[in-house]
């Protein structure tokens, strides 16, 4: 017997055709399904330790940004008390930036 190609609501077949499609549904071996549904498992709990990750890189960069304002502000601080200096972290140690008058004239 040939089953039509085509969708036949439930309530429309009739009780030989409901038994043939229950007859003809195949499964695979329950140790493939269940090693399947271990890769599905994985998978979603994979995909969604991306997304933590991504939230907490996006929380990790937004202070990398503030700690950057920080400096900034303080850099002017300093060069407020002190002029345009390099400063050694090392150790404390600064010397002065002096400005090139040659680099400074205008041709």
Do not use: C, R, W
């Amino acid at each position: 017997m040939t089953i039509a190609p085509y969708y036949i609501p439930k309530g429309l077949m009739s009780p030989f055709l409901q038994k043939t499609i229950k007859l003809n549904k195949m499964k695979i071996k329950e140790e493939e399904l269940k090693l399947i549904q271990e890769q599905q498992k994985t998978l979603s709990e994979l995909i969604n330790n991306v997304g933590v990750l991504e939230t907490q890189k996006h929380g990790l960069l937004h202070e990398i940004g503030v700690n950057n304002q920080s400096i900034e502000e303080y850099k002017e601080v300093l060069e407020a008390e002190y002029g345009a200096i390099n400063i050694n972290v090392e150790d404390g140690e600064y010397t002065v930036i002096e400005e090139d008058v040659e680099d400074n004239k205008e041709d």
